[in-house]
């Protein structure tokens, strides 16, 4: 996604072995009581905005510097981020300032209006990112120490990339946070061994990939990391998918958004039994880890998918495994993972 600034930072050389988890027992430390469902969007919008702040910080750098290709650029001007596939971030939304005002009473607000105005000047992060860090039982204090906290992590840089901090960081924290809300975690989040076992069996090098039920997007980040690590190019794939939680979509498209990968998720959150967002799709590969024995789900009789015949209603495995047969939806591959909920 981002090119960033090659800085010299002591930041980088944090990320070593068990660092995520270090970070981890600090961040939760300043959790408190408050709810680890709720916890999860204050820190990893955080750290959403902790990485592109870094990125744009980087080519900012370069642009200030002006030599070779960046003779006479404004470093202000944000088509110069866009033309490299970065985020433009406006001043008051840039991490040194939210850092510098972190000890102060109005950070929330500070945070909130930061997060309007990313929105604002990059229309693809348009209505997924928090903006409730001003809301009276968020206690400010603490909001502020953990920015401080994550402001000691470098992210976006060059040398921060290179060690894939930020896909560390962040996975480790869904991780965290899937397992300390218990069972409700497996609504957002799949085991990091699990997903990448089903990408492997699949080996989807080139085509469509489909998940209508995505979560927080684990399966189509394996699948770009799957892609690199055999040759590919990102982009050889091209990813689909739909969930049906609002907060846990916005979820899935800071983590496909950070890490530069493009994805059609439909225009919201939809239920895939009640709404398909993609009647049309011809995937190539069918990647999903649904809620299997789900007896609240919602039939369609008339759904295209019912090439079997009706499913019963009692019971969405019958309709899970009709919805992704790949006479249904693949033209080739499918792989189911039951989600127990």
Same mark, same amino acid.
């Given at each position: 996604?981002?090119?960033?600034?090659?800085?010299?930072?002591?930041?980088?050389?944090?990320?070593?072995?068990?660092?995520? !988890?270090?970070?981890?027992?600090?961040?939760? /430390?300043? #959790?408190?009581?408050?709810?680890?469902?709720?916890?999860? &969007?204050?820190?990893?919008?955080?750290?959403?905005?902790?990485?592109?702040?870094?990125?744009?910080?980087?080519?900012?750098?370069?642009?200030?510097?002006?030599?070779?290709?960046?003779?006479?650029?404004?470093?202000?001007?944000?088509?110069?981020?866009?033309?490299?596939?970065?985020?433009?971030?406006?001043?008051?939304?840039?991490?040194?300032?939210?850092?510098?005002?972190?000890?102060?009473?109005?950070?929330?607000?500070? =945070?909130?209006?930061?997060?309007? !105005?990313?929105?604002?000047?990059?229309? @693809?992060?348009?209505?997924?990112?928090?903006?409730?860090?001003?809301?009276? !039982?968020?206690?400010?204090?603490?909001?502020?120490?953990?920015?401080?906290?994550?402001?000691?992590?470098?992210?976006?840089? /060059?040398?921060?990339?290179?060690?894939?901090?930020?896909?560390? =960081?962040?996975?480790? $924290?869904?991780?965290?946070?899937?397992?300390?809300?218990?069972? /409700?975690?497996?609504?957002?989040? +799949?085991?990091?061994? =699990? =997903?990448?076992?089903?990408?492997?069996?699949?080996?989807?090098?080139?085509?469509?990939?489909?998940?209508?039920?995505?979560?927080?997007?684990?399966? $189509?980040?394996?699948?770009?990391?799957?892609?690199?690590?055999?040759?590919? #190019?990102?982009?050889?794939?091209?990813?689909?998918?739909?969930?049906?939680?609002? +907060?846990?979509?916005?979820?899935?498209?800071?983590?496909?958004?950070? #890490?530069?990968?493009?994805?059609?998720?439909?225009?919201?959150?939809?239920?895939?039994? @009640?709404?398909?967002?993609?009647?049309?799709?011809?995937?190539?590969?069918?990647?999903?880890?649904?809620?299997?024995?789900?007896?609240?789900?919602?039939?369609?009789?008339?759904?295209? @998918?019912?090439?079997?015949?009706?499913?019963? #209603?009692?019971?969405?495995?019958?309709?899970?495994? !009709?919805?992704?047969?790949?006479?249904?939806?693949?033209?080739? &591959?499918?792989?189911?993972?039951?989600?127990?909920?």
């Amino acid at each position: 996604m981002a090119r960033s600034r090659s800085t010299k930072s002591s930041n980088s050389s944090s990320a070593n072995i068990g660092f995520e !988890a270090k970070l981890w027992l600090a961040a939760d /430390k300043l #959790r408190s009581n408050m709810d680890a469902a709720e916890y999860k &969007h204050v820190v990893l919008g955080l750290i959403f905005l902790k990485y592109i702040s870094d990125s744009f910080e980087e080519h900012h750098a370069k642009l200030l510097g002006g030599r070779g290709e960046y003779a006479g650029a404004s470093p202000e001007d944000p088509d110069e981020y866009r033309a490299e596939n970065i985020f433009w971030v406006p001043p008051a939304a840039r991490w040194s300032y939210l850092q510098n005002s972190a000890k102060q009473p109005t950070i929330g607000k500070i =945070v909130d209006d930061a997060m309007v !105005a990313i929105e604002r000047d990059n229309p @693809r992060l348009k209505g997924i990112l928090p903006k409730d860090y001003a809301r009276p !039982a968020l206690d400010k204090n603490r909001l502020g120490e953990l920015i401080d906290l994550i402001g000691t992590i470098g992210m976006g840089d /060059k040398a921060s990339r290179s060690k894939d901090v930020l896909g560390r =960081v962040y996975e480790y $924290f869904l991780s965290q946070f899937a397992s300390a809300e218990g069972k /409700k975690g497996g609504q957002f989040y +799949t085991p990091q061994s =699990v =997903v990448r076992l089903l990408v492997e069996m699949l080996a989807p090098y080139k085509g469509r990939i489909y998940d209508p039920c995505c979560g927080s997007g684990g399966m $189509f980040v394996q699948s770009e990391k799957f892609v690199e690590a055999h040759g590919g #190019r990102l982009g050889d794939i091209s990813i689909y998918g739909q969930e049906s939680n609002a +907060t846990t979509r916005r979820l899935a498209m800071m983590n496909l958004a950070i #890490r530069g990968i493009e994805a059609d998720l439909g225009e919201e959150q939809a239920d895939t039994f @009640r709404r398909d967002l993609h009647p049309d799709l011809r995937a190539d590969f069918v990647l999903a880890n649904p809620p299997f024995n789900d007896s609240d789900w919602f039939r369609k009789d008339d759904d295209a @998918r019912w090439q079997f015949g009706l499913p019963p #209603r009692g019971n969405a495995n019958f309709a899970l495994g !009709a919805a992704l047969h790949p006479s249904s939806r693949a033209h080739r &591959h499918g792989r189911l993972r039951p989600r127990q909920w």
